[in-house]
């Protein structure tokens, strides 16, 4: 053997025939190809610019900051944290009552599947920007499902201002009596319409029915003033 049968062939060292490419740019025509066949996307659909990615991130905010302000916009409205003991309350439709069961974690667990929702929502509208959006929203409401990150959710809400009611908005109207079936207004008699801003926490127990008579109390109310009268006759001669 020559030394020449060692030597490597002309054309494949020559700059003119330099073998196949080892290496493709992500904008390269047989990438973009590639991922328009595996996404079933439209491979001259223009690409994201990295500000358009920006924007998209800062609407998603995949932090824990940004699903405790998820969580408030979900569940603030029958979900408030009383700051001042520590404590959760839910509106059940009537009155608030105290959180028993920690449902503030399984809330916080909705916002994650309200996430995963929204992922597939955008994944139909089959635009460059959307399945970017979905991407990141469906990433990050995974990762969010951790313990972790739900309790980090759920204390980082406790914070915010519109999650916090105080102990002095409770029950602060002393002319709404609260009932099973909802608030008597003592002014007028009449049961009104439950209202979350009432903060009505307290209940006599019982439904009010304005048609209901009270034949004990009306026997006593005559017998008392009966005596009353029997006194006053007496004691003035």
Known sequence: MTPDDNAVP???????????????????????????????????????????????????????????NRFDAIHSADHRYLTDQGRWLDFNGIRWEPDTVDRSLMLAIAVTERMLADAAELYEEDTKAARYEADQL????????????????????????????????????????GCENGPVDLKTGNLVTPERDYFITKSTGITFD??????????????AMEATRRWSTSFNG
């Open 10 to 68: 002309q054309e494949a060292t020559d700059s003119n025939n330099p073998g196949p490419p080892t290496h493709f740019d992500d904008d390269h025509p047989i990438v973009r190809e590639a991922v328009a066949i595996v996404t079933g996307s439209d491979p001259d659909e223009e690409a994201l610019t990295s500000a358009e990615k920006d924007e998209i991130d800062a609407v998603i905010d995949a932090t824990d900051v940004g699903n405790a």
């Open 210 to 223: 304005p048609s209901a008579t009270c034949p004990a109390w009306e026997r006593f109310v005559l017998w």
């Open 138 to 177: 469906n990433t990050h409401g995974y990762k969010s499902r951790s313990r972790g990150r739900l309790r980090a959710m759920v204390e980082i809400a406790q914070a915010l201002p519109t999650m916090q009611v105080q102990s002095d908005q409770l029950d602060a109207d002393p002319y709404r009596l």
